[in-house]
């Protein structure tokens, strides 16, 4: 690929296979074996295993954004924490729609509580006028 993209030769690029810790170099069939005690090997075990962590991390963040994107972030003054809380005691959306004040203030304090029972009223009110 990096020959497809003309860049192979304006970059230095190695692989660095985990199990062995062998470096493999472009255009090189055999993998180069540095000792296991080089400082050498212990910096580029470092940069992969930091590349791997930003990676893994970054993907975590996607992922947190994309499972936890529900109505109920949209109600003001509902948070991630409290919508993950209602969520588990709850069950779902659609229990927590349906909950009275009472049971959503075992949960969250009376604004919030009737930040959510407006929200859903108002979104019960648009889809009424809509049929």
């Known amino acids: 690929i990096l020959s497809e993209l003309n860049i192979l ?5 190695i692989g660095l296979a985990k199990r062995l810790e062998e470096v493999f170099l472009p255009n090189e069939k055999d993998a180069v074996l ?8 212990k910096l580029l075990q470092n940069v992969r295993d930091e ?3 930003f990676a893994i991390t970054y993907h975590r963040t ?9 109505e109920l972030t ?3 003054g509902i948070g991630k924490t409290t919508a993950t809380k209602l969520l588990s005691t709850l069950g779902s959306v659609e229990n927590i729609r349906n909950a009275s004040k009472e049971q959503l ?3 969250v304090g009376e604004k919030q509580a009737n930040s959510i029972i407006e929200f859903f009223h108002s979104q019960a009110d648009k889809s009424e006028s809509v049929d």
């Open 9 to 13: 030769n304006q970059l230095q690029v």
């Open 34 to 41: 540095l000792p296991k005690t080089s400082s050498s090997l």
């Open 51 to 53: 590349a791997h962590r």
């Open 62 to 70: 996607l992922r947190d954004k994309r499972t936890l994107k529900t």
């Open 74 to 76: 949209e109600i003001k």
């Open 105 to 107: 203030l075992q949960y």
